[in-house]
């Protein structure tokens, strides 16, 4: 059996490691958006594929969300003390990644094979796959500030300005991994709790992605980012109010468009279950410990086999 997740990083990342600890090994493909990739310091950075990685080797730093644990910053300074750009946080073991991922995609292997090579070195038996070889970047349109380039938005801009849109450029051109095409037998889809205008909206933006998702067969199940019309941690809730969407779980099912059979919703939300269009499991879905990580994961998981099983009555 195989479960596809779709995630972006720091929220996405805890549910799969939730997901890879419940499930028997290489069980899980993990689809990660790769929108927040940008090219930085000369170096190719991919921040989702980043906090999958990380999160699964267990070299995560859990506090801050982003990067890995133990982490120094001694490059930083230095590179401050000579005027460099440091509003882009790259700490040095971090730098090591990027290192060898640059200097493998420009020896010419694909954005795929390099992260199954990292992974394969970091002993992580899931297989992380990009959404797309080619680049997509995430282009926000803001109010007040034009467009800006997805991380100067989040991390420069601390996510302040006003959203008014999103471009995912380059996506009419991307094509999706041979790697995710030869997947087989998959039992379920878990769209992660991550936020879904900028980390799950670039994957179905590749073209045939959302077709392939469907044509699995499988049932598709998201675990709800919003707990009580707020999102754990980032701009989720902040960008469905400045994009005029209702911050609900209606409001989530109805952007993904037809996309979802079930969804996982919070205790919090749980008195709304009779607005949504899709089978619904309620549970505490903030994930701060292993034994939270696993129940969302069971949960999920539970969810797809009872959509399966009314399926088939
Ligand atoms: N997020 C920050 O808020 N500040 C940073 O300086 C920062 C550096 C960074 C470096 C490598 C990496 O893989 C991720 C990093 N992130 C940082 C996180 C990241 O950019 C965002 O959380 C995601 O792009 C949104 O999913």
Redesign the pocket.
Known sequence: MTVVALS???GGAKLVSGLADILPPGELVVVANTG?DFEHLGLH????I??VFYALAGWNDTER???RAGETWQCMSALGQIGGET????GDQ?LALHLERTRRLRAGESLSAVTAALCHAAGIATRIIPMSETPVPTVVHTKDQGDLA??HY??RERCEPVVTGFTHRGAAQAEMPRALAEVRDVEAVIVCPS?PF??IAPILAVPGMRDWLKGLGAPVVAVSPLIGGQAVK?PTAKMFAELGLDVTNAGLVAHYGGLLDGLVIDHADGQNVHDLSVATAVTATLMQTAEDRHRVADIALSLVEAIKEHVGS
């Open positions: 972006g990083g720091v927040d950075i991919a921040p989702d980043d906090s969300g982003w990067g509003w882009f946080n790259l971090d997805f991380q989040f991390v936020n900028i980390s980032g």
